[in-house]
């Protein structure tokens, strides 16, 4: 495989519209906790949002999804600053990640430190809106969190931790809402949280497409090596699981065969997500990734629909 050209690597930070107008610390505060790449804090916050509205409380708990979405931003922000953090001496090796903030030394160590905090204080207020049973679910979500960093040096598949992580607010959502003591009650948020686990899986498999070839120079591991060749039907694979969790979410809430056809959209979109996917195209494959956040706003529309008429 070729080498690419500067031309060929897609940034990872786009200082553009009013993050380029911030002052020089600042702005690089803002980058650090990818301020300018909103397409992150709306994959974490889907999940949230399909739960509160399979159950359906999307119109009369419009202030949760307000929350879920403040908390997205704000705990994505602070994902971002850890990572970046704990990543700094393998950033610095990829040429798509050498610029971020801390690797490049625009912000130091203590200060990302301290900026992690303010966004963690954020995510605070966040968690007293919820009930006690979803703030404790929340809570437990800090120690796959905290160790999904290191997981692309201790195994092929980071990008499966990763939806264990990027999927927990559907049980957030689903419990602040509907979560009950019995198994039957839980049924649908978990195979919704299941199905969202397979779609990230999916999405950020085609994400680590960009950096096969500097990945594979460093050592760091990822879906996208491991399934080699066969990147396509694995992640086609990942999508078909995604859509068979959430229709069974559908059916738990619903069990009518008409109420599977919501899904239809997301099916379709998933498919041309994988019928026009090109590994070797950095570029295309960004472009499918972020794709993934009108994948989502098509799964929480089916959702709202099952939701508001089961």
């Given at each position: ?48 949002a399909w739960a509160v509205a399979l159950a359906g ?17 704000a705990m994505r922000g602070a994902g971002c600053v ?220 089916a959702c709202l629909v099952v939701g508001e008429t089961?």
């Amino acid at each position: 495989m070729a080498p690419r050209s500067e031309a060929e690597i897609v940034p990872d930070s786009e200082h553009r519209g009013l993050l380029a107008r911030l002052p020089g610390r600042a702005g690089a505060l803002a980058s650090l906790a990818r301020f300018d790449r909103p397409i992150g804090w709306w994959l974490l916050f889907w999940p949230g949002a399909w739960a509160v509205a399979l159950a359906g409380a999307a119109v009369r708990r419009w202030d949760l999804l307000a929350w879920l979405l403040v908390g997205a931003i704000a705990m994505r922000g602070a994902g971002c600053v850890y990572n970046d953090i704990v990543d700094a001496d393998l950033d610095r090796q990829v040429a798509r990640t050498a610029s971020r903030p801390v690797a490049s030394g625009a912000v130091s160590v203590p200060l990302a430190w301290g900026w992690l905090a303010a966004l963690c204080c954020v995510g605070l207020v966040v968690l007293l809106q919820l009930t006690p049973l979803a703030a404790g679910i929340a809570v437990a979500a800090l120690l796959p969190v905290a160790a999904y960093p290191f997981m692309k040096r201790v195994t092929w598949w980071p990008q499966a931790w990763l939806g264990i992580v990027f999927s927990w607010a559907a049980l957030v959502g689903w419990a602040d809402v509907a979560g009950g003591s019995t198994p039957a009650r839980w049924e649908p948020g978990l195979w919704l949280y299941a199905g969202s686990v397979a779609w990230v899986v999916g999405y950020d498999t085609i994400y680590a497409l960009q950096d096969r070839e500097d990945d594979a120079l460093i050592g760091v591991r990822s879906s996208a090596l491991a399934l080699g060749s066969a990147v396509r039907p694995g992640v086609a694979a990942f999508y078909a699981a995604a859509l068979a969790g959430w229709g069974l979410a559908i059916w738990r809430v619903r069990p009518d065969w008409v109420a599977l056809l919501a899904l239809s959209p997301v099916a379709l979109h998933l498919c041309w997500q994988v019928a026009t996917l090109r590994p070797d195209d950095g570029a295309g494959a960004l472009a499918r990734f972020r794709a993934n956040r009108f994948a989502g706003l098509l799964v929480f529309l089916a959702c709202l629909v099952v939701g508001e008429t089961a």
